[in-house]
């Protein structure tokens, strides 16, 4: 089994940099993806109260026995739950079922509703009261960057963005992390659609490895925490040996060259989703 690294978060608690990710896993899928996930050996579990699923999640945590500090649990604030951020975590604290979760995100900035200042203060509070090991934002652009950090305490330990070969923030990404914020990517294979770049293809030859797995490879090279989804066991297996592959400088620079400022998900700016 690869060897997942940790990377520390600019509160000196550390997260695995590959973790799994659950977005679009039907709920009652949930419990048996998770278990296959943690049997593969993933112990880093991204959720959110918008994905329907955390009872799942929760459930296969429990089902797993393996012991709670072993197993990195991240979920998200709803935007319709921002001016109720305590009550909200609360719900989603009793769905996983746990006393602490590691990672607490603001989901969507979603600038048009004006509250996430206040959804940070609410975590804020959260957190110092122990409930949450980390807090962080999602989707954050330099602008809500530099809105919430004029207000507020405590700086986000990450920032959660689609990140992927043909689309890579990489101005977003530098201003997280000249803040001090770490970079984790979303839909980091491109939700599968980055997989089939020639260049990706020539890599895999060379290295005898999948294209999803040079696709990892780079997120780990470039220090992103990355969470890939797969429903399929075999899947989630060749995502996670992606920790024992390494690209040199000249291999990293090519799959960047791949940039092509393609989105796939919703314009932060503008999203305003009501269901997450
Ligand atoms: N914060 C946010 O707003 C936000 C938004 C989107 C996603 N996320 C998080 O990021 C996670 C991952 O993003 P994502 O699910 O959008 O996209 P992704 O991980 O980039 O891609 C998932 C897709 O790729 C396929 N896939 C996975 N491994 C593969 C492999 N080795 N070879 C070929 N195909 C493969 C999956 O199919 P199979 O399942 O059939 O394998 C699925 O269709 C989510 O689960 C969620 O936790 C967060």
């Known amino acids: 089994m690869a060897t997942v690294p940790n990377l520390s978060l600019n509160n000196g608690i550390t997260i695995p940099q590959l973790g799994f990710g659950v977005f679009q896993v039907?709920?009652?899928?949930?419990?048996?993806?998770?278990?296959?996930?943690?049997?593969?050996?993933?112990?880093?579990?991204d959720t959110a109260a918008g994905y329907s699923n955390e009872a799942g999640v929760g459930a296969a945590l429990a089902a797993s026995g393996i012991p709670r500090e072993e197993i990195f649990i991240t979920t998200k604030l709803r935007n319709g739950e921002q001016g109720s951020a305590a009550a909200a975590f609360e719900t989603s604290r009793r769905a996983l079922g746990l006393d602490v979760v590691d990672l607490y995100l603001i989901h969507w900035?979603?600038?048009?509703?004006?509250?996430?200042?206040?959804?940070?203060?609410?975590?804020?509070?959260?957190?110092?009261?122990?409930?949450?090991?980390?807090?962080?934002?999602?989707?954050?652009?330099?602008?809500?960057?530099?809105?919430?950090?004029?207000?507020?305490?405590?700086?986000p330990a990450v920032n959660q963005i689609e990140l992927h070969p043909t689309f890579q923030q990489s101005g977003l990404a530098a201003a997280s992390r000249a803040h001090g914020i770490a970079?984790?990517?979303y839909s980091p294979l491109g939700q599968g659609q980055d997989l089939a770049a020639g260049a990706i293809s020539e890599l895999a030859e060379r290295h005898n490895a999948t294209p999803a797995q040079i696709v990892l490879a780079w997120h780990l090279g470039l220090d992103n925490i990355v969470i890939p989804k797969s429903a399929d066991?075999?899947?989630?297996?060749e995502n996670l040996a992606a920790?024992?592959?390494?690209?040199?400088?000249?291999?990293?620079?090519a799959v960047s060259g791949l940039e092509s400022g393609a989105r796939i998900g919703a314009d932060p700016a503008e999203a305003a989703f009501s269901q997450l």
């Open 183 to 185: 970079v984790e990517a």
């Open 233 to 237: 066991s075999t899947r989630m297996r």
């Open 109 to 155: 900035p979603v600038p048009s509703q004006g509250l996430f200042v206040d959804a940070w203060k609410a975590m804020e509070k959260i957190h110092v009261d122990g409930a949450v090991r980390a807090i962080g934002v999602s989707n954050f652009l330099e602008d809500h960057l530099k809105t919430l950090l004029a207000g507020t305490k405590i700086i």
């Open 243 to 253: 920790a024992a592959l390494t690209l040199s400088p000249e291999e990293l620079d």
């Open 26 to 45: 039907p709920p009652d899928e949930t419990q048996r993806v998770v278990e296959d996930a943690l049997a593969a050996g993933y112990r880093h579990i």
